[in-house]
């Protein structure tokens, strides 16, 4: 294998090539712009996810060695394009291939028997995964957080450069509509043009004039966003010599043609730069570096409680919490806190980057990065965690109003939120993470603020988004995937569920096509289906959804962890027992009597509905004693029951009986004569034959479940499908 040295040497040779900047115009059409007619769909998206695809990082990698000399924009013949373009492909493969190499050094037989071969201590094994890193943020919700994030600065942006990242992103959107509105007329260009006249590159191009037409900005505001983000004529970028180097593109993504023209080949670039750019431009007047960091604190902590209100409620949601052991001592501080039944989300927030000598495999910096931005926002949040089981302690909001949390909290869910993309963050999360086992305390969830925004965006139910943020901290050991937002994806369409004997599954990143499509519809105004469809477009419809639903608004602990169970349901067994559930009520409806099933789980919980119309004070008593017994029974660790009205049907009470099993001799005797529970089909087929047992029901008589309907077009038609 060749050295990287070698390739990258080679790399950049060929990017100085004559015309080479036509290759680039046309991976760029070819790896990042989706073609669709009508609605997007996820096939529409598949060539996103291939392994052949080159990605943002590469391409800048081929811009960045371009720029390092005069620009030559004449017009490659059809070969020769090609013969650049399988040549780049070539030399990528070779240096991907340099970099993940570098994971066998080292390698022994008696290093790996002993446990003491690690490669991933290694600071240059860590240079591969930060590289080809998948992108953790949509272009568009760079520029409409970039817009929040820098609202605060606008006095001395508009002071120092003239305009506002509002604006700048404003100008971002019209470059973007102008490169779609000019699609068809660069087409129909080319149907008229020679074949070895061909070229992509006018279809990332763009003038001022257009962009004045559409960013409804005065001229001068759109020339100096324009020139901020242009690189400089005489940039030779000179710094570039390493893979790892700092890139002048990244920096500044618009190049200036000879027609006059600016071209932006990545649009993502633009947006990613409109994000970045301005921290470092502050930075750099010392005088202004205080207010520079409190508003990127501020922006963090206030985006995170924002999102979250969308899911929770304003009431449930506080922001900027003290933590008090004694009435004058604080022991610590909470970014967000939200207080949901006897469920607790601690948030901690934290603004650092990974540097730049860290990307370049510095395992001392890697690591320091890694603990001011993630290490350090969990320490914290732990010490908050034992804090909040401590009833000695106190959270006092900043007006000096007392923030009350449950007497018994059931459980408490850690976020490590950073505010800026982090390469490879799930993967250091998983290599250097360093955590505590703290009582009734999940795993924490290391995300950025683009993970927390995509969430709160799709999971808007307060049972939707804990089901999702409890199973994704249990299966923290279970699942690896390049990002939250594949995870997440999958969840959207799969319904997230690892069983307990699965040591490792992968999630490949076409998982989140139908996420980032719903999201583009939502944000970005394409067509397409706004939610994906699965869990979110199927549960919702059935009756054990609207249970869920009905559950979800009263918050109360008892039923939170049914809500959970059931959430975690396939959906067959959702539609199966919704059928139950609507058979029991149709019974007591038609017969006034009290009627019951029950399924159990293999992972050691069950549920009893219980359907009847009876006060309360008669139904509860005996539903939660049916529930001890049965619990007893099936030794399991967690037991539910729910009842239920006949009308709807809807949610009366619910029974949670959480404790250890222990053996008795007197629960022996009562529960001797139990059966085991029957199978879901086996429920079902035994609630519609118990209907009709009494007596002999005519194909053309009313239906016994009260629906009205003749009984051939209803209960017999469910029995025989």
């Known amino acids: 294998m060749r050295s990287e040295v070698a390739v990258f040497a080679d790399l950049a040779a060929l990017c100085r090539r004559p015309g080479y900047i036509h290759a680039i115009a046309h991976l760029c059409f070819r790896d990042n712009v989706i073609l669709c007619a009508g609605e997007m769909k996820e096939a529409d998206m598949r060539k996103m996810f291939s392994p052949s695809r080159l990605i943002r990082t590469e391409i800048n990698t081929l811009l960045g060695l371009m720029i390092k000399v005069d620009i030559d924009w004449s017009v490659p013949p059809p070969t020769t394009t090609q013969d650049y373009i399988d040549n780049t492909e070539q030399l990528l493969e070779e240096l991907h291939h340099c970099l993940s190499g570098e994971f066998f050094t080292g390698l022994t037989k008696e290093g790996v028997e002993s446990g003491a071969f690690n490669p991933f201590a290694r600071g240059e094994v860590l240079r591969e995964p930060i590289f080809y890193s998948g992108e953790s943020a949509y272009n568009f919700q760079y520029l409409d957080l970039a817009a929040r994030k820098y609202a605060a600065d606008a006095p001395w942006l508009s002071a120092n450069r003239g305009f506002t990242i509002d604006q700048a992103s404003r100008v971002a959107k019209a470059v973007a509509d102008v490169h779609a509105a000019r699609f068809d007329e660069i087409r129909e260009r080319m149907r008229r043009q020679h074949p070895d006249d061909w070229t992509m590159l006018p279809l990332f191009a763009f003038s001022s004039d257009e962009i004045l037409a559409k960013a409804n900005l005065s001229g001068d505001i759109v020339e100096r966003v324009l020139e901020a983000f242009e690189l400089s004529s005489t940039e030779r970028n000179v710094g570039f010599n390493a893979l790892h180097d700092f890139n002048a593109i990244t920096a500044a993504p618009l190049i200036r043609m000879p027609s006059g023209e600016l071209l932006s080949l990545q649009s993502y670039s633009l947006a990613e730069a409109i994000y970045d750019a301005p921290f470092y431009w502050m930075a750099q007047d010392k005088t202004y570096s205080p207010a520079l960091a409190k ?427």
């Open 295 to 721: 508003n990127r604190g501020d922006f963090t902590e206030n985006f995170v409680a924002e999102r979250l209100r969308l899911v929770f409620g304003p009431d449930q949601v506080h922001s900027s919490i003290d933590v008090f052991e004694t009435k004058s001592t604080k022991v610590s501080d909470i970014d967000v806190l939200v207080v949901w039944g006897d469920r607790i989300v601690v948030v901690q927030a934290k603004s650092k980057r990974l540097r730049l000598e860290a990307r370049k495999g510095n395992d001392q910096i890697i690591r320091d990065d890694f603990q001011k931005a993630v290490q350090a926002a969990y320490d914290q949040g732990a010490a908050c965690a034992k804090c909040l089981l401590d009833k000695r302690h106190r959270l006092v909001a900043l007006d000096g109003r007392e923030v009350a949390v449950p007497q018994e909290i059931k459980e408490i869910y850690l976020f490590c939120v950073v505010s800026d993309h982090y390469p490879a963050l799930s993967f250091q999360a998983r290599q250097f993470l360093k955590t505590q086992s703290i009582d009734r305390t999940q795993a924490p969830l290391v995300m950025d603020i683009f993970t927390v925004d995509a969430m709160t965006e799709m999971l808007q139910s307060p049972l939707q988004f804990l089901s999702y943020v409890h199973r994704r901290a249990n299966y923290a050991e279970q699942l690896m995937a390049s990002g939250e937002l594949t995870i997440l994806g999958y969840h959207l369409t799969k319904n997230l569920w690892v069983d307990a004997d699965v040591g490792l599954m992968q999630l490949d990143d076409d998982f989140s096509a139908g996420l980032d499509i719903a999201m583009a519809v939502r944000r970005a105004g394409i067509n397409g289906p706004a939610t994906p469809n699965g869990v979110l477009t199927r549960f919702g419809k059935t009756t054990v959804g609207r249970v869920v639903t009905e559950i979800e608004a009263r918050a109360d602990p008892a039923t939170i962890d049914l809500g959970f169970l059931l959430l975690a349901m396939s959906e067959q067994a959702v539609t199966e027992i919704s059928k139950v559930i609507d058979r029991l009520a149709a019974r007591t409806r038609a017969d006034g009597k009290v009627h019951d099933a029950t399924f159990a789980f293999k992972d050691g919980c069950g549920i009893t509905f219980h359907c009847t119309d009876e006060s309360p004070h008669i139904a509860g008593p005996r539903l939660k004693s049916y529930c001890e017994l049965r619990k007893y029974k099936e030794r399991a660790k967690e037991w539910f029951g729910l009842c239920m009205t006949s009308r709807g049907p809807d949610v009366r009470f619910g029974v949670s009986l959480t404790y250890p099993w222990s053996q008795d001799e007197s629960m022996d005797q009562k529960t001797r004569d139990m059966q085991a529970p029957l199978p879901i089909d086996q429920v079902l087929d035994t609630v519609l034959k118990g209907r009709a047992r009494d007596r002999k029901i005519g194909r053309n008589d009313p239906c016994p479940c009260g629906s009205t309907r003749k009984y051939k077009k209803c209960c017999l038609v469910s029995r025989h499908s």
